[in-house]
């Protein structure tokens, strides 16, 4: 079967940094995105994935690896509208996406 | 433009009533889907139009029928629902679909509450 596993929450302080990690085992690979999703909103885009290794993005930075089934995303500078939901997402061999369950990142002042 | 605009925002309706839920882009995206979201979960597709044309249906009774007018707009009909469907419904669009690179832009969703 196919599967994606990140944290249920997570609890950060503001102005730290937090790494979410993202476990995958799908049906083939071709990407791996992140999406951020405030409380009642839609989900936007974050990042996206599909060769090895780090892409940054102002504060926040998406990190993959393909042999190990592996993603993480990296918040710096944590401020308090960074409470959401972030979900990871990975695009299998037919080009379908799987969505992960989502980590609800609570920033404390 | 880079919006996806759903309407309406709120939705309660009775099980015997017939609704319909709006979606409208204008980024030239050729690839329109609905998802419906639980609170606490991902979002779970239910379908996708890929130029104007359904290309997936994933098993969505039906009591959800979805229609694409044309390239910029996409509704979902609502007919006899079940308490069960409320859900927020969310609309997104792609440039295409049949790439690991399609990014969704989605709409700000219609909260859906069935009686």
């Known amino acids: 079967g196919q599967n994606i596993d990140q944290p249920t929450e997570m609890t950060a302080t503001e102005g730290a940094i937090v790494q979410i990690n993202c476990t995958y085992q799908?049906?083939?690979?071709?990407?791996l995105f992140w999406y951020q999703q405030h409380a009642g909103e839609a989900p936007t885009f974050l990042s996206y994935n599909v060769l090895d290794g780090l892409e940054e993005k102002g504060r926040f930075s998406s990190f993959l690896s393909r042999s190990k089934g592996y993603s993480y995303l990296l918040l710096k500078e944590l401020q308090m509208k960074d409470s959401a939901s972030y979900l990871c997402a990975v695009t299998d061999s037919n080009y379908q996406l799987i969505w992960g369950a989502g980590t609800k990142l609570i920033i404390k002042p | 433009d880079t919006e996806v605009t759903q309407t309406p925002k709120h939705l309660v309706m009775g099980m015997t009533n017939k609704k319909s839920l709006k979606c409208e882009q204008h980024m030239g995206h050729r690839a329109m889907y609905w998802y419906k979201q639980k609170a606490k979960k991902p979002p779970e597709l239910m379908f996708v139009y890929s130029y104007e044309k359904l290309s997936i249906n994933e098993s969505v009774p039906s009591r959800f029928s979805p229609e694409c007018p044309n390239s910029s707009l996409l509704n979902l009909h609502l007919h006899a629902l079940q308490p069960e469907d409320s859900a927020l419904y969310l609309c997104?669009?792609?440039?295409?679909?049949?790439?690991?690179?399609?990014?969704?832009?989605f709409g700000a969703g219609s909260r859906l509450t069935v009686l």
């Open positions: 799908t049906s083939g690979f071709n990407g």
């Open positions: 997104a669009s792609s440039q295409g679909i049949g790439s690991g690179a399609n990014v969704l832009t």
